[in-house]
């Protein structure tokens, strides 16, 4: 089946209860690489666009409770984690995107932030690998049902968090972050659901 697609909109204050703190390097391929492709994909519209950046993030486990609700888009303090070099680290990240877009493209370190939230997205869903096929699922209460396709940038062997509604901060708001899912402060909710507002007057 093919992957569904909310409205258009925006979290309020309220809808900010949850973060998830990425690599950096992943977080840019969500929220920046699209000001660093080289053509076609720089000259596209947006909505042609979506179709090849990530909007799958890759997890060993799965949290049904989370589709339909919004999450924070948090840049860890250090590309590769600490676990990879940085090089390796942007290398595994080019190559997913080669996968993805069947085109080299280059990534500066200097254009990647960290230790910061970034972006807010909402999860629509889960996919996973059952037996020899792709199968999508909506929430607590939703059935398995087959993917002709699978989504651009899923990993077979983990759980892909699927994001639609990716929204971009103007102004990185600085902060630590945490493992798993964590529940930002109130300070930091004002502040993000701020730039969401500026992001939404600026288009």
């Not at 070099?85 to 069947?102: G, H, P, W």
Request: hydrophobic fraction near 40%; proline fraction near 7%.
């Amino acid at each position: 089946m093919p992957l569904p697609r909310v409205a258009s909109c925006s979290p309020s204050f309220s809808d900010l209860d949850f973060a998830l703190t990425l690599w950096p390097e992943w977080s840019y391929a969500i929220a920046g690489m699209e000001d660093h492709l080289p053509e076609p994909f720089c000259s596209m519209e947006r909505g042609d666009l979506e179709q090849y950046l990530k909007r799958v993030e890759n997890r060993s486990w799965c949290r049904r409770s989370m589709v339909g609700k919004w999450l924070m888009i948090h840049a860890g303090a250090t590309i590769g984690g600490g676990q990879f070099r940085q090089v390796d680290a942007l290398e595994f990240v080019k190559d997913m995107a080669f996968t993805a877009m069947e085109t080299e493209i280059e990534i500066d370190p200097r254009n990647i932030v960290t230790s910061a939230v970034i972006a807010v997205a909402r999860i629509e869903g889960f996919v996973q690998r059952r037996g020899t096929h792709p199968v999508y699922h909506q929430g607590v209460m939703s059935q398995f049902e087959p993917m002709e396709l699978p989504p651009k940038w899923w990993v077979e062997e983990e759980t892909g968090w699927l994001l639609s509604n990716v929204i971009r901060l103007p102004r990185p708001i600085r902060c630590g972050g945490a493992q798993g899912l964590w529940r930002p402060a109130e300070d930091l909710r004002r502040q993000v659901c701020h730039e969401v507002e500026t992001a939404a007057r600026q288009h």
